[in-house]
Nanobody, 127 residues
Framework: QVQLVESGGGLVQAGGSLRLSCTAS????????MGWFRQAPGKERVFVAS????????NYADSVKGRFTISRDNAANGVYLQMNSLKPEDTALYYC????????????????????WGQGTQVTVSS
C-alpha cells in the first residue's frame, strides 16, 4: 500500500520561507515522478511543481517560478518543496503526489485517480 506523508507546513509572515517534506512508502520510489499541488480555500486544487525520477528535470507553475524549488532524495524516499518569498496568495493546503505510471514523464493534467496523494499540509502566509 502506497503512503505519502507531508510535513513542514505552518504559519509564516509574507516574505518568509518554509520547506515542505513528503515521505513515501510502499513502492520503489526511484521509479516514479513526483509533484506538489495546492488547494486554496474555495478553489480547485492546482499544480505547483514536479520533478522527474533523477532530479534532472523540474517544472513549475508560473505563479511560483523563481520562488519555489522542488527536489528529491531517492535514498530517503523523499520529495521536498523549498518555498521562499512567500506571499499571502500562497496560503493553501499543499499536497504531494506520485504519478502512478512508473518511468513516465509527469503529467500535471491527469485525473486525480492517476496519482497517489498525501493528506496535505497547511501553509498560511500572513500579510
Amino acid at each position: 500500500q502506497v503512503q505519502l506523508v507531508e510535513s513542514g507546513g505552518g504559519l509564516v509572515q509574507a516574505g518568509g520561507s518554509l520547506r515542505l517534506s513528503c515521505t513515501a512508502s510502499g513502492l520503489t520510489f526511484s521509479r516514479y515522478t513526483m509533484g506538489w499541488f495546492r488547494q486554496a480555500p474555495g478553489k480547485e486544487r492546482v499544480f505547483v511543481a514536479s520533478i522527474n525520477r533523477s532530479s534532472g528535470s523540474t517544472n513549475y507553475a508560473d505563479s511560483v517560478k523563481g520562488r519555489f524549488t522542488i527536489s528529491r532524495d531517492n535514498a530517503a524516499n523523499g520529495v521536498y518543496l523549498q518555498m521562499n518569498s512567500l506571499k499571502p496568495e500562497d496560503t493553501a493546503l499543499y499536497y504531494c503526489n506520485i504519478y502512478k505510471v512508473p518511468y513516465i514523464t509527469y503529467d500535471a493534467r491527469g485525473l486525480d485517480t492517476m496519482y497517489w496523494w498525501g493528506q496535505g499540509t497547511q501553509v498560511t502566509v500572513s500579510s
